[in-house]
């Protein structure tokens, strides 16, 4: 079958179509999918990064796919193990094939909405405007509305598909929510690590922040709310 | 319906028996159908457009019809990857030309729809000075007219025997905010300037919170 009709299937969440290609060993459909989330997500962040600067757009490309490469590498062997200790049926090898197609699913959500987000970027108050902090505020909302979306759907769609491989519903939405907790978890700290993918105005354009393993996203998120209360 | 039918029978099946013409453009190996529905939708924005204009007159004779139709057209096409993506997400099975032939449609019956209202409006951009009353009815007028059009959506996913809507509501959504923001990026449409387009960037909202509710009441009728 050919690749495009694959993801065209895939979108759909043909979960009977689906399921057996977790079974192939050839790498065409692991390529396929690795270039469609390069793709995806490099279309995507480069419209993100537009509005702090082209170079930032470059930037934000490079770092939106490599953060999920980098999750779903870091995450391989834990989540290989969950589907083990859960009883999903899954080996190591499709563990990943089916994250790695649940991440496909959100890139091409993404790219399909890269035409808007970049509509958008069109009618922000820009950088060099006295407006430029509700820029930056519209362009981080739409960009946090935009993944979400893209990670809701592609985390349905992986529901069904553990529902439809492995032996019992119980056990599909275990592995399922242990792989989304490690997924969150991790990814939310390669965001940090990666920052920035918009870019502070008040900041200068960086493809990582000085020392940028140092501190964590989680600290980061009770110091705001320690400051909030105080 | 025949694959070689004319534009008045489209137009026909567009207006009476839509379904019909969803199920044409959706399961039709080849149809033109798509191309003549973007003929008929551009011109009819465009129309409306000329009435628009009729209000300030000047420049907005050619800037109206332009912005108004071209507007309409790039808000499709901007949404349109979107609407492929978000259809396969419910599951359709649906081509992309087949998409774009029900987005033209949509257009077509809000164009045909603002038609219907062109003497309506005409009758109040003659009655009134203010930029404010005339471009909340003219926004009146087209958020009927696109409800219509949007319906054949949803004889979209009866014909395609979709279950799951929530993705195309949400294009729905995502839609009808690229229109609303494009009447403020291809500002003015309706008064006056110096300047074809805008040189400051505004968000809708904002832009109609500034001059269209708290603009001064119009002047006394004539």
């Known amino acids: 079958m050919q690749p495009l009709r694959r993801l065209v299937i895939l979108c759909r969440g043909d979960s009977e179509q689906i399921a057996p290609w977790l079974d192939e060993r050839e790498p065409r459909w692991w390529l396929t999918c690795a270039l469609t989330i390069a793709a995806g997500c490099a279309l995507y962040g480069g419209v993100v990064g537009l509005w702090r600067a082209p170079l930032q757009a470059v930037y934000t490309a490079i770092k939106m796919p490599l953060m999920i490469f980098l999750t779903c590498a870091g995450n391989a062997l834990l989540n290989g193990l969950f589907a083990q200790v859960f009883g999903s049926g899954l080996s190591f090898r499709q563990t990943s094939l089916a994250i790695l197609m649940s991440f496909t699913i959100a890139s091409l959500v993404l790219a399909a909405l890269s035409p808007v987000a970049f509509f958008i970027y069109l009618n922000t108050p820009p950088l060099a405007s006295a407006a430029r902090g509700t820029g930056h505020s519209l362009t981080l909302l739409c960009d946090v509305l935009f993944i979400a979306y893209a990670g809701v759907v592609a985390n349905r769609r992986l529901l069904r598909l553990l529902e439809r491989r492995c032996e019992t519903v119980g056990a599909a939405r275990r592995v399922f929510w242990s792989w989304l907790a490690g997924n969150l978890f991790l990814g939310a700290q390669l965001s940090w690590v990666l920052r920035p993918f918009i870019g502070s105005p008040g900041l200068a354009i960086q493809f990582l922040r000085d020392d940028p393993l140092r501190g964590n996203f989680y600290e980061a998120v009770l110091f705001s709310i320690h400051r ?3 | 319906m025949p694959s070689d039918a004319g534009l008045g029978v489209i137009l026909d099946t ?12 959706c399961e039709a190996p080849v149809s033109r159908h798509w191309a003549l529905l973007a003929l008929v939708a551009i011109v009819t924005f465009a129309l409306y457009g000329l009435v628009i204009g009729s209000f300030s007159g000047g420049n907005q004779w050619m800037a109206s019809p332009l912005k108004v139709s071209a507007g309409g057209l790039l808000s499709a096409l901007i949404c349109l990857p979107s609407l492929y993506i978000f259809a396969c997400l419910t599951g359709a099975e649906v081509s992309l ?18 038609l ?14 203010s930029v404010a009353f005339i ?6 007028f087209w958020i009927i007219a696109t409800s219509f059009g949007l319906r054949l959506f949803s004889h979209m996913t009866k014909v395609l025997r979709v279950a799951d809507r929530v993705h195309l509501k949400v294009w729905t959504v995502i839609f009808l905010l690229v229109c609303l923001q494009m009447t403020t990026a291809l500002r003015p449409i309706v008064g006056t300037s110096e300047h074809w387009l805008p040189t400051e960037k505004r968000f809708f909202i904002s832009y109609w919170i500034e001059n269209v509710f708290s603009a001064a009441l119009p002047t006394a009728p004539r």
């Open chain 2, 97 to 114: 030309r087949g998409l774009a032939g029900v987005l033209f449609a949509m257009l077509t019956l809000t164009g045909l729809l603002l």
């Open chain 2, 116 to 129: 219907g209202f062109a003497p309506v409006a005409w009758v109040f951009s003659q009655s009134t000075d």
């Open chain 1, 228 to 230: 909030l209360i105080h």
């Open chain 2, 14 to 25: 567009l207006l009476k028996r839509p379904v019909l013409l969803i199920r044409e453009l």
């Open chain 2, 135 to 140: 471009g909340t009815l003219h926004l009146l």
